[in-house]
């Protein structure tokens, strides 16, 4: 077996030289250095023993980000670009202070339980918890450091969750919408869970229909499954309505699939439907039109996440448990003003506008917090 003195010896440098390297501690090491070291290591096939380090440390380094996902899909949660953006930025930051991450979906509480036990894992990053879930107990109960993010806590304990403003986005995409001249607004989403993210937007949704005089009319409600056939499905199916002139989307994702499939029915965007979605992944730029959407940094809520979870593994005491990160609005292409649209239909000897847009859209992005 190759060990860490083998490379050092054969590089020409220290042990503690390659440890930086092997660690991410690149800082110390000169660019020259690191470049010889990491071929080393990659034609002899060095692999850190995480056993003989905890025996000699009492320490595996070890975090684990666990998903808890319930749909049928589980195996695929790694394909959503957000989760991906947020687990990225937990990787790099747990990598530069010489930790590792461990990623796994589990559905049991007892499963996570033998997991962590097996693992000698040190910490635990969860995204989306319920308070009325199994899993909830579980990991307060834990003694080690847990970190939340985007999950609706009445009782943390020592627990820390990065949340959002969600209510707030829902009601500045919504509002978007109605001054804009929409009125009958599509709200489509994953399931609805008491006690979500989700269910927060919706409050959002419907707080910016009240403050403007509008009702709430459930019908235009629709909880879709987070796949392209579904999302695309789910488009198709409101092409056949022609009750509502607004689609507010909670996910880009899903903002974009609906997209598709009203397009493909032969209703276009945003001549016939406007759609703002949610997330301001990158995908919402290479959509046709381009998305206008709520931003939400999901790299920054990444390295927030991990530098909680350094300071609670360093025992350091973290002063706010419940972090909220603010909200933008990015306007792009996807919405219509249909209150100038109409104005200008109605002048005589003017044609319509030959490419419907937002009255205030420019080609950068603009953004409203």
């Not at 860490?4 to 030289?17: H, K, L, M, N, Q």
């Not at 409101?238 to 493909?264: H, N």
């Amino acid at each position: 077996m190759v060990t860490i003195e083998d490379i050092a010896r054969e590089a020409g440098v220290s042990t503690t030289t390659v440890s930086n390297v092997i660690h991410g501690r690149t800082n110390k090491v000169s660019a020259n250095t690191v470049d010889i070291i990491t071929e080393i290591i990659r034609e002899r096939g060095y692999v850190p023993n995480l056993s003989a380090r905890a025996i000699k440390t009492r320490s595996t380094k070890v975090v684990a980000l666990i998903n808890h996902l319930e749909s049928r899909d589980q195996e695929k949660f790694m394909s959503d670009p957000f989760f991906m953006d947020l687990t990225s930025a937990v990787e790099k930051s747990l990598r530069e202070q010489g930790y590792f991450l461990m990623i796994r979906a589990i559905s049991e509480s007892d499963e996570l339980l033998a997991f962590l036990r097996n693992w000698n894992v040190e910490g635990v990053f969860m995204p989306g918890l319920f308070e009325s879930e199994p899993f909830y107990h579980t990991l307060r109960n834990l003694d080690m450091p847990v970190v939340l993010t985007d999950s609706y806590i009445s009782d943390l304990g020592n627990m820390v969750n990065i949340g959002l403003a969600d209510f707030e986005g829902a009601r500045l995409a919504t509002q978007h919408l109605i001054e804009n001249g929409h009125k009958r607004i599509v709200f489509a989403s994953p399931a609805i869970k008491v006690g979500g993210v989700v269910e927060q937007r919706l409050l959002g949704y419907k707080s910016a229909l009240e403050a403007n005089g509008l009702p709430f009319d459930p019908s235009l409600v629709y909880e879709c499954e987070f796949s392209t056939t579904k999302m695309m499905e789910q488009g198709a199916q409101l092409a056949k309505r022609d009750d509502f002139t607004a689609v507010f989307a909670t996910a880009d994702l899903l903002a974009a699939g609906i997209m598709s499939g009203l397009q493909q029915a032969g209703r276009m965007v945003p001549r016939d439907i406007s759609i703002v979605g949610f997330d301001d992944i990158n995908w919402s730029r290479m959509t046709m039109p381009m998305l206008t959407t709520v931003r939400q940094e999901a790299m920054k809520k990444g390295r927030m996440a991990a530098e909680c979870m350094l300071r609670l593994l360093a025992g350091e005491l973290v002063d706010v448990h419940n972090r909220i990160l603010p909200v933008q609005l990015i306007c792009r292409d996807s919405v219509r003003n249909i209150v100038s649209a109409n104005i200008a239909s109605k002048r005589p000897g003017q044609a319509k506008p030959s490419r419907p847009f937002v009255s205030f859209h420019q080609k950068a992005d603009r953004k409203y917090v």
